[in-house]
């Protein structure tokens, strides 16, 4: 069975070309329009942001946004994902920076602990991620 990782999307869309790269002060607004290309808009054809599609960054807001908690602690979210503190907290800063999600310390000294939850604007982002892989989905099976 082949992974996720390995799909190709290209097979089964016409892959538009990519949104100009943010520069590194450059903030990404929820809800910014997408860019046309071949004079269509990209809500006509499916759009993957490659902010949430990266594989880590992916799979801590999937841990968010399906948490019963309305926050989850840094260390619960890095063991639940198997990362290391840096790599966590490098996507963690990229996704904030985006506004999806925010961090806010809990505690002092040693009993201090950071919780992370996603902002309403992450969530309505997310789910129009899933959106857009239900769209491929069907497009897949062809219905």
């Not at 089964?12 to 100009?20: A, E, F, G, K, N």
């Not at 806010?104 to 950071?114: D, I, L, P, V």
Request: a positive charge; zero cysteines; hydrophobic letters at 35%.
């Amino acid at each position: 069975m082949r992974s996720a990782g390995s799909l190709s999307l290209s097979m089964m869309l016409s892959v538009p070309t990519r949104p100009p790269k943010l520069d590194a002060k450059a903030k990404r607004t929820p809800g910014e329009k997408k860019p046309i290309a071949d004079g269509k808009a990209l809500s006509d054809v499916v759009y993957l942001d490659p902010l949430i599609h990266e594989r880590t960054r992916l799979s801590i807001l999937t841990t968010l946004f399906t948490s019963t908690d309305a926050s989850i602690s840094f260390s619960d979210l890095r063991d639940s994902l198997s990362l290391t503190d840096g790599n966590l907290t490098t996507h963690l800063r990229t996704l904030e920076s985006a506004e999806l999600l925010e961090r806010a310390k809990e505690g002092s000294g040693r009993n201090s602990s950071t919780m992370i939850r996603m902002t309403a604007a992450g969530k309505k982002e997310f789910k129009g991620y899933l959106d857009q892989l239900e769209t491929l989905v069907r497009a897949a099976r062809g219905k």
